[in-house]
């Protein structure tokens, strides 16, 4: 979540880093800052970002609990330990946090995004598809979303709705390699039903 405020002139050194991809000399420059002031909640949760980044999710999950032990309401942290938690299957536990993260900072198409994508892996498909969709109202041209969007639509089997969302992850991002293996994948799918259908009406 990019949008968030940042005081530490250390910190501020860090976000650029990781925003170049430097998450080692982020984390470093995060500690630094934690050598002087142990309960800076901003250096833990770019700290648990960077990690997140690096997909060491055992130490980004630790960071981001010790950011939301000083500030259990930081809309940041919820949103960080919910996406951790959304990477590592805990699918209850990554709706709890994002909720909280959505009360916070409320019509975020980022946090509706994992939000969507968790719920939607908890069980709660309906619901999880309406928050993604409320997401993509937000950000329309957002090629994450849309992906998540259509990889939940080709799930259920929503072949049309699922290749138009690909279709245009393709048209703002021509090289992207999900939308294109998923846009394969619907139109798999679809010649098998049809051939399905074929059989049952001969």
């Known amino acids: 979540m990019q949008d968030q405020k940042i005081s530490h002139p250390l910190i501020e050194e860090a976000d650029k880093k990781k925003n170049e991809g430097k998450h080692v000399e982020a984390i470093s420059l995060c500690e630094r800052v934690l050598s002087s002031d142990l309960d800076c909640v901003e250096a833990y949760e770019e700290i648990g970002d960077n990690y997140l980044s690096l997909r060491k999710y055992d130490r980004a999950e630790k960071a981001l609990k010790q950011a939301l032990k000083f500030n259990k309401n930081s809309a940041n942290a919820n949103y960080l330990l919910g996406f951790v ?28 995004r994992c939000l969507g994508w968790s719920m939607y892996h908890s069980g709660q498909q309906k619901r999880g598809i309406i928050l993604l969709e409320r997401a993509l109202y937000l950000a329309p041209n957002d090629p994450l979303i849309l992906n998540d969007l259509g990889v939940c639509h080709l799930n259920d089997k929503q072949f049309d709705r699922a290749a138009l969302l690909f279709k245009k992850t393709l048209q703002i991002e021509p090289d992207n390699q999900k939308a294109k293996e998923c846009l394969n994948a619907v139109r798999f799918f679809q010649r098998e039903y049809e051939k399905l259908r074929n059989s049952k009406n001969a």
Do not use: F, Q
């Open 85 to 112: 938690y959304s990477c590592t299957g805990n699918w209850n536990g990554s709706v709890e946090l994002l909720e909280k993260a959505d009360l916070a900072y409320p019509n975020h198409p980022e946090i509706l």
